[in-house]
C-alpha cells in the first residue's frame, strides 16, 4: 500500500468515525482543520485505524504526529515491516 | 454495537422518551462513559442526561453547597473511583492494612455529605480483581498486600450497600471477570488519557449501568418461560421417551442440567417459570414427575402449557393467568422459528438469540443478564407459591355459580396497617413494580418511603395483605394519603396487585381509608388517575367507587359515604 492508499482509508475512517461526508484529509491537515476532530474523537480515530490496518502505535508515536502525513508515513513504515 | 453507532445515536431524537437524570463523579476521565451512557440509552429508549462533574474533582464538588451537582437534582448519583488511582493511593501511603475500610468509609462520607443536599440513588462501582505482581499468589497471606484490600473492599462495599438502601452497587469486578481484563483495559488509553477502559468495554460498562437504573423503573423481567425439547433437555420427548432424552452429568445432557439449575436459582429468586411446549400434556409432564436427573419438578412450574397451539396464543394465555405484562417475560426456545412467531406476534416479550450449540446457552444468557433487579423481599421467595395457590383458586371458582357464593368460600382476610421497617422495602418495590394498578405511577425509593411515613403531619399510609383459605397473598396494596392545605387528603398513591383483582379489595381499601378520614374529621378525598401506556385497567377507577369528577381530580364525600360491601374480613 502507499502514501496515498493509506491517506485514502484514512479519509474514510474518518468520515465513518467523525460520521461527516465532507470530510477530506490532506498530508497537511491537522486536528485544527476538521471540526469533529479533538482530543475526545481523537483517540476513538486511533484506535479505529489501528484495528483498520492491524497495528498498534506507541504512545511517543501518537504524541509525535504533527499532522495527518506524518501519521501515514508511520502506519507505511510498520505496515512494510510487518 | 460498536462506539461509533453509540455516538452516531447522540444527534438522534430523544424526544418523546422518559427523562432520568444521572450525575457522574469519577477520579478519571469519563467522557466517553458519559456519551455512550446516552448514547446507549437512546437504544432502549430513555433520555438519559448526564451532569458530569469535573475531572477528579470529588470531594471538592460534594462540598460546595452551590455545585451545578445540587442544582442538576440527579435521580441517580454514580461514584466511580478509579481502580489505579486507588492503587497509586495505597502504595503511596505505605500499603496499610486498613486501606479497605478508609476506602469504604470515605466513599461513605461523599455519600453522606450529598444526602445532606439532596435525595438521590447511588450507583457505586466495585473495584475489579487484579492479579498482584508484587506477592504473587502469596498476596492472600498478606493482609498489607493491595490484592487482600481490593477484595476486602468489595466486601465491605457489599455491607454498606446491605445496610444503606440509597446505594446499589455496580458490580464492575464481576463485569471485568465475564469479558476478561485484558479484553476491556488499553494501557495507553490509560496512560495518555486516563481512560481506564477500551471502547467496547465502555459500552458494556454503560450498557450494565442503564440495566441498574432501568430496574427502578419498573423494567423489571418476572417471568421466564421454557420451551422443552432441546431448551430443557436434549432431545424429543415425543418421540425419544423419557430414557432417552439428554439430562444429567453425561455429554450434552449436562448443558440441560445448567440451564434447568439456573431457571431453579431464577425461581428461588422469585422469578415465575412457566412451560411453553408443543408436546402433549402427559408427555412433557412425565420427565418433571420421573426423571430423576431433572432438577426442575412440576412444582417449580407456575403455568405448565404444552399443547399443538402456536406459542403466541400459549404465550398470551400464561400472561393472563399471571397477570403480569408481556414486557416482563423472557421466553427461551432453541428453536429460531418458534423464537421468531412470538417476537412477531408478542414484540414486548423478551426472546433472546440462543446460540446454535445448547452448551453456549448458559453462558450466552448470563452474559445478557436478564434478570436485573434492585429489591429481593420476602415475598420474592415466595411468588412461585403464590401463583400456584392462584391457580387453585381459578379452578375453584369455576364450581361456584355465584360470584358472590365464591368469595364467601374464601374466607378472606385483610390485616391493614400503616408502614413499618418491615413492610417498606415491600412497598418501595411495589411503587418501582407496578405498572397496571397504579393510579399515579409515582415511583419511590425505600429511603423516599421512609420520609413520607416518618412525616406524620403531612402523610399517612396504608399497607394491606390478604389472606385466604389458599394461603397468603402477602401484602398486595398500598395506599398513600397527603394532607393538603385545603383540609382535603390528596390519594398520592393508590397501588394494587393485579394478583387480587376481582376479590373485592379496592372496595376494602376505600372503606378503610374513608373510615380514617371520617375519625380524622375530613370532608374529602381527593384522588387523580395519571394515564399511562399500562394502567389503562384503572382509568374509572374513582368513577366505579362514587368519586365526582371536578378540574381534573376525583372527588369522594366522607361524610355521606355508605361503606361498600365486600366479603374480606378485617383481622384488627
Redesign the interface.
Same mark, same amino acid.
Given at each position: 500500500m502507499n502514501t496515498d492508499e493509506i491517506l485514502n482509508e484514512c479519509t474514510k475512517i474518518f468520515v $465513518?468515525?467523525l $460520521?461527516n461526508d465532507s470530510i477530506t484529509l490532506k498530508r497537511e491537515t491537522t486536528a485544527a482543520d476538521v471540526e469533529e476532530w479533538d482530543?475526545?474523537s481523537h /483517540?476513538?480515530l486511533i484506535?479505529?485505524i489501528e484495528k483498520h490496518f492491524k497495528i498498534r502505535? =506507541? =504512545?511517543a508515536e /501518537?504524541?509525535g504526529f504533527k499532522n495527518v502525513g506524518d501519521m501515514c508515513d508511520t502506519i507505511e513504515k510498520k505496515l512494510n515491516s510487518k | 454495537m460498536d !462506539? *461509533?453507532q453509540i455516538?452516531?445515536n447522540l *444527534?438522534k431524537d430523544f424526544s418523546g422518551f422518559k427523562t432520568i437524570k444521572v450525575a457522574i463523579l469519577a477520579d478519571s476521565a469519563t467522557?466517553?462513559l458519559t456519551q455512550a451512557i446516552r448514547g446507549m440509552a437512546y437504544e432502549k429508549k430513555l433520555n438519559i442526561e448526564v451532569w458530569e462533574a469535573e475531572y477528579d474533582a470529588i470531594d471538592i464538588t460534594v462540598s460546595d453547597a452551590d455545585s451545578e451537582l445540587y442544582s442538576f437534582k440527579p435521580d441517580f448519583t454514580i461514584i466511580f473511583l478509579s481502580p489505579y488511582k486507588l492503587k497509586k493511593k495505597f502504595y503511596k501511603n505505605g500499603s496499610s492494612s486498613d486501606f479497605a475500610e478508609n476506602s469504604v468509609e470515605h466513599l461513605k462520607q461523599i455519600s453522606s455529605t450529598v444526602s445532606s443536599h439532596m435525595n438521590t440513588n447511588f450507583l457505586v462501582f466495585n473495584v475489579p480483581d487484579a492479579f498482584d505482581a508484587i506477592f504473587g499468589n502469596f498476596s492472600g497471606k498478606v493482609t498489607s498486600s493491595f490484592s487482600y484490600q481490593q477484595k476486602k473492599m468489595n466486601m465491605e462495599l457489599m455491607n454498606w450497600a446491605q445496610n444503606d438502601a440509597a446505594v446499589s452497587l455496580v458490580d464492575l469486578c464481576g463485569l471485568q471477570a465475564l469479558h476478561g481484563a485484558m479484553n476491556t483495559f488499553?494501557s495507553?488509553?490509560y496512560? +495518555?488519557?486516563d481512560?481506564i477502559f +477500551? !471502547?467496547d468495554f465502555i459500552i458494556t460498562v454503560a450498557d450494565n449501568l442503564i440495566q441498574v437504573i432501568e430496574a427502578f423503573s419498573g423494567f423489571a423481567k418476572k417471568c421466564l418461560i421454557l420451551d422443552l425439547d432441546n431448551t430443557l433437555w436434549g432431545g424429543i420427548i415425543g418421540d425419544d421417551g423419557i430414557d432417552n432424552i439428554q439430562i444429567g452429568d453425561l455429554g450434552i445432557g449436562k448443558a440441560f442440567t445448567e440451564i434447568q439449575l439456573w431457571a431453579k436459582a431464577l425461581k428461588e429468586r422469585g422469578i415465575i417459570l412457566a412451560v411453553c411446549s408443543k408436546n402433549d400434556e402427559a408427555n412433557a409432564k412425565e420427565p418433571f414427575e420421573k426423571h430423576p436427573d431433572m432438577v426442575l419438578h412440576t412444582d417449580d412450574i407456575a403455568v405448565f402449557v404444552a399443547n399443538w397451539s402456536n406459542k403466541n396464543d400459549n404465550i398470551k394465555y400464561i400472561q393472563s393467568v399471571l397477570n403480569i405484562g408481556f414486557d416482563s417475560m423472557v421466553f427461551i426456545d432453541d428453536n429460531p422459528f418458534e423464537r421468531n412467531i412470538v417476537r412477531t406476534y408478542l414484540p414486548d416479550v423478551c426472546v433472546p438469540e440462543l446460540p446454535e450449540d445448547p452448551s453456549e446457552y448458559l453462558t450466552y444468557l448470563n452474559k445478557l443478564n436478564l434478570f436485573e433487579t434492585n429489591a429481593y423481599t420476602d415475598e420474592d421467595k415466595e411468588r412461585t407459591l403464590l401463583y400456584k395457590a392462584e391457580a387453585l383458586r381459578n379452578s375453584a371458582s369455576l364450581s361456584y355459580t355465584s360470584e358472590v357464593d365464591f368469595l364467601k368460600s374464601l374466607d378472606m382476610v385483610c390485616e391493614t396497617k400503616s408502614f413499618n421497617s418491615f413492610t417498606i422495602p415491600r412497598v418501595a418495590q411495589l411503587t418501582q413494580r407496578s405498572n397496571q394498578f397504579n393510579l399515579r405511577t409515582k415511583r419511590y425509593t425505600d429511603e423516599d418511603v421512609k420520609r413520607m411515613n416518618g412525616d406524620h403531619d403531612k402523610y399517612h399510609t396504608f399497607s394491606f395483605t390478604l389472606a385466604d383459605k389458599y394461603g397468603s397473598h402477602g401484602l398486595i396494596g398500598m395506599i398513600i394519603l397527603e394532607k393538603k392545605d385545603d383540609g382535603d387528603l390528596f390519594v398520592d398513591t393508590w397501588i394494587m396487585s393485579c394478583r387480587v383483582l376481582k376479590r373485592g379489595m379496592e372496595q376494602f381499601m376505600l372503606n378503610e381509608i374513608m373510615e380514617y378520614a371520617r375519625k380524622h374529621k375530613i370532608d374529602n378525598i381527593a384522588g387523580e388517575y395519571i394515564e399511562t401506556k399500562k394502567n389503562g385497567m384503572v382509568r374509572n377507577h374513582y368513577k366505579s367507587l362514587g368519586f365526582t369528577a371536578k378540574g381534573g381530580l376525583w372527588y369522594g364525600d366522607v361524610n355521606s359515604y355508605q361503606p361498600k360491601t365486600c366479603y374480606i374480613r378485617n383481622s384488627n
Open positions: $465513518d468515525q $460520521d482530543s475526545l /483517540i476513538q484506535v479505529a502505535f =506507541t =504512545t /501518537i504524541q | !462506539f *461509533k455516538k452516531a *444527534k467522557q466517553y488499553d495507553r488509553l496512560i +495518555n488519557s481512560v +477500551n !471502547f
